[in-house]
């Protein structure tokens, strides 16, 4: 599909759909991003992946890759290290993330047992990345709404990549998850999504149509597919 508004400037893709090597994207006044080249005013995917832009910058996610962070992403991830001045987190990236003792209270602590009142080695947190440019490993706050400490609930990993397909467009998807299962949803963009039910079994059950849509994510249909998972699956659970 071409969305094209004058001959010189135009997208050649849709998002999430499959693109090959050398396969053009777009023409005109867009910038190359992840797995994309530029030659005169056209770019081109460099792999097979699926297509994404954000504004003008385009760029082609691989069918499953690492997390590589964006100021302003929400994830969740655990604690592995502490010290004096904050904590190091595993946000499932070849990048781990820096917590500072000052984005995660606003009241001054020197003493060490302090930090570990705060947060301890192996707590899950949900954050929001602050600062980040490849040249340095990111930076994290737990300091807005809804940011803290995660205290109970299950979490399942799935592919970055498919992180877009599990919200849908204009959140339909993910919507359609939290309506019929009355679970919360917290849907981290590095690849793990928090899921909070009344029952264990309820979140089993959702997490295994999250599964679903991982696996069938590229598949025309999933969303007739996946209300009926929901009603077969967690109809009993409630």
């Given at each position: 599909m071409c969305i094209s508004w004058d001959d010189?400037?135009?997208?050649?893709?849709?998002?999430?759909?499959?693109?090959?090597?050398?396969?053009?994207?777009?023409?005109?006044e867009y910038y190359p991003e992840l797995n994309t080249f530029k030659e005169k005013d056209k770019i081109y995917s460099m792999i097979v992946g699926l297509f994404d832009y954000r504004?003008?910058?385009?760029?082609?996610?691989?069918?499953?890759?690492?997390?590589?962070?964006?100021?302003?992403?929400?994830?969740?991830?655990?604690?592995?290290?502490?010290?004096?001045?904050?904590?190091?987190?595993?946000?499932?990236?070849?990048?781990?993330?820096?917590?500072?003792?000052?984005?995660?209270?606003?009241?001054?602590?020197s003493i060490r047992k302090e930090v570990e009142g705060i947060l301890r080695i192996g707590d899950l947190i949900k954050a929001k990345v602050i600062a980040f440019d490849r040249t340095k490993d990111p930076i994290l706050t737990i300091r807005d709404r809804d940011l803290g400490r995660v205290t109970r609930g299950k979490v399942v990993k799935i592919s970055p990549s498919k992180i877009p397909r599990l919200i849908g467009k204009k959140g339909s998807m993910i919507n359609l998850l939290k309506k019929e299962s009355l679970c919360d949803l917290t849907v981290g963009q590095n690849g793990v999504i928090l899921v909070v039910c009344k029952s264990p079994e309820a979140e089993e059950a959702v997490i295994d149509v999250i599964r679903m849509i991982e696996r069938e994510a590229h598949t025309q249909g999933l969303t007739d597919r996946v209300s009926e998972a929901l009603r077969r699956r967690i109809g009993g659970t409630q």
């Open positions: 010189e400037v135009a997208i050649f893709t849709q998002k999430r759909q499959i693109v090959t090597p050398g396969e053009l994207l777009a023409q005109g504004g003008n910058r385009l760029s082609v996610m691989p069918l499953k890759h690492c997390y590589i962070p964006y100021v302003g992403d929400l994830v969740i991830g655990k604690v592995v290290d502490s010290g004096m001045s904050g904590w190091t987190v595993d946000i499932n990236s070849p990048y781990s993330a820096l917590l500072p003792l000052t984005e995660a209270t606003s009241r001054p602590h």
